[in-house]
């Protein structure tokens, strides 16, 4: 399994040196959750920030679009440094302009589906995508409850990749713990986001390894 840092639970008046924090607790990607105050009701950062804090590391950056219009930024998201971009199906682009604008860029593209969008939104774009992510919470916040039924979804897709995109990624979004990462590694998920979990850790190192073994004991 690999993690995704969220970056939404650091501590934002220092957020390089978190990003360097990560690198030392052995990330595989850092989290970043752009938020626009229109698609969900929270504001974070964009692109001026990511772009501020992208020497820290090496470590790729999975940038997660919560705006209402991806398309329009996507210029500023791959000058910041973004490696992966993801936006929502649900968003008021043009989804495949979006994808193909990203992947133009040399930006891998992810689709990302709340929990009441079904998983077949992204069944037409399987063939284009580096990354499907299944959200495990209402996106807008950190620290809220893993919705362990969204799983149904990430089996759905995993089994259409199959046939259609056999190396894309699934990654999930919310609500992920020691307690709830076994139930993702069984699904099929590949890349677990997690915020609360590692940030607010004692030891983020630790906590990054423990949440591996957990999901490990399940594949
Ligand atoms: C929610 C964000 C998540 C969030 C995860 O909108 O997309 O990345 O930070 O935080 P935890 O792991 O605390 O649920
Ligand atoms: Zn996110």
Redesign the pocket.
């Given at each position: 399994m690999l993690i995704a840092p969220?970056l939404?639970?650091c501590d934002f008046s220092q957020m390089g040196q978190e990003i360097k924090r990560m690198e030392e607790a052995k990330a595989d990607f850092i989290?970043l959750?752009v938020m626009d105050g229109h698609f969900?009701p929270n504001i974070t950062f964009g692109a001026p920030v990511i772009k501020a804090v992208r020497s820290y590391t090496k470590i790729p950056f999975d940038v997660?679009l919560?705006i209402s219009e991806p398309l329009k930024y996507i210029d500023d998201f791959a000058s910041a440094g973004a490696d992966i971009i993801t936006f929502h199906v649900e968003s008021d682009s043009d989804i495949k302009q979006t994808i193909n604008k990203i992947k133009s860029k040399g930006i891998k593209a992810g689709l990302v589906i709340k929990p009441n969008t079904p998983a077949s939104s992204v069944f037409p774009y399987l063939k284009d995508l580096y990354m499907v992510l299944v959200?495990t919470?209402e996106?807008?916040?950190?620290?809220?409850s893993f919705m362990a039924d969204m799983l149904s979804k990430v089996i759905e897709i995993k089994a259409k990749t199959k046939t259609e995109n056999p190396a894309l990624l699934i990654e999930v979004?919310?609500?992920?713990s020691e307690d709830t990462i076994g139930q993702a590694a069984k699904a099929g998920v590949d890349i677990c986001?997690?915020?609360?979990?590692v940030f607010k850790a004692q030891n983020s190192k630790k906590a990054i390894e423990n949440l591996k073994a957990a999901a490990d004991l399940e594949i």
């Amino acid at each position: 399994m690999l993690i995704a840092p969220s970056l939404l639970s650091c501590d934002f008046s220092q957020m390089g040196q978190e990003i360097k924090r990560m690198e030392e607790a052995k990330a595989d990607f850092i989290h970043l959750d752009v938020m626009d105050g229109h698609f969900v009701p929270n504001i974070t950062f964009g692109a001026p920030v990511i772009k501020a804090v992208r020497s820290y590391t090496k470590i790729p950056f999975d940038v997660h679009l919560m705006i209402s219009e991806p398309l329009k930024y996507i210029d500023d998201f791959a000058s910041a440094g973004a490696d992966i971009i993801t936006f929502h199906v649900e968003s008021d682009s043009d989804i495949k302009q979006t994808i193909n604008k990203i992947k133009s860029k040399g930006i891998k593209a992810g689709l990302v589906i709340k929990p009441n969008t079904p998983a077949s939104s992204v069944f037409p774009y399987l063939k284009d995508l580096y990354m499907v992510l299944v959200m495990t919470v209402e996106p807008g916040f950190g620290g809220q409850s893993f919705m362990a039924d969204m799983l149904s979804k990430v089996i759905e897709i995993k089994a259409k990749t199959k046939t259609e995109n056999p190396a894309l990624l699934i990654e999930v979004d919310g609500g992920i713990s020691e307690d709830t990462i076994g139930q993702a590694a069984k699904a099929g998920v590949d890349i677990c986001v997690a915020g609360t979990a590692v940030f607010k850790a004692q030891n983020s190192k630790k906590a990054i390894e423990n949440l591996k073994a957990a999901a490990d004991l399940e594949i």
